[in-house]
């Protein structure tokens, strides 16, 4: 009986498929590259001000971009930010500010210093002119899909 029932499981295994591993498919990678720039919160106001300074001095316009590390879209942004194509463009024009605003509980205060309800969602974009001026409260809100736009929309939207 015994020899019988192993012949069985035998001939079983043989008539069944493989059993093969099955493995998570791997990740697509995004459409845009990634950097991680926000640091410590309780530094913003400084480095809004050092920023603002050096505007004043240099005629730059400034940056605000409040978002976090833990949000898609703050990274990707980040990411074009930092290739050599947005960098020599950024670079001659602009002072940038990172401010981490934690879970949308941190840096509030300076969001409406600069005219702006809260933070709605990240990134949130405020481009000020050298003195200090708002020039986009009504785009800064709408970043919360950077990582959807195309480079070059994005490009043309701070080269402009």
Not at 57 to 82: E, K, M
Not at 135 to 149: E, F, G, I, T, V
């Amino acid at each position: 009986m015994k020899v019988v029932l192993g012949l069985v499981a035998a001939a079983v295994a043989l008539a069944a498929p493989p059993m093969v591993a099955k493995t998570a498919a791997p990740a697509a990678a995004p459409g845009h590259p990634e950097a991680r720039p926000f640091g410590d919160p309780a530094r913003a106001d400084r480095d809004v001000a050092d920023a603002m300074g050096r505007a004043k001095a240099n005629g730059h316009r400034i940056l605000l971009v409040f978002g976090a590390n833990w949000c898609h879209d703050s990274r990707a942004l980040a990411g074009w930010f930092a290739t050599p194509r947005f960098a020599a463009m950024l670079g001659p024009r602009y002072e940038i500010v990172w401010i981490d605003v934690g879970q949308k509980d941190h840096n509030l205060d300076l969001a409406r210093r600069f005219g702006l309800d809260g933070i709605k969602g990240t990134p949130t974009v405020l481009m000020l002119d050298s003195t200090g001026k708002p020039l986009n409260l009504r785009d800064a809100p709408r970043w919360h899909d950077a990582s959807k736009r195309s480079e070059d929309k994005i490009y043309r939207y701070f080269a402009r």
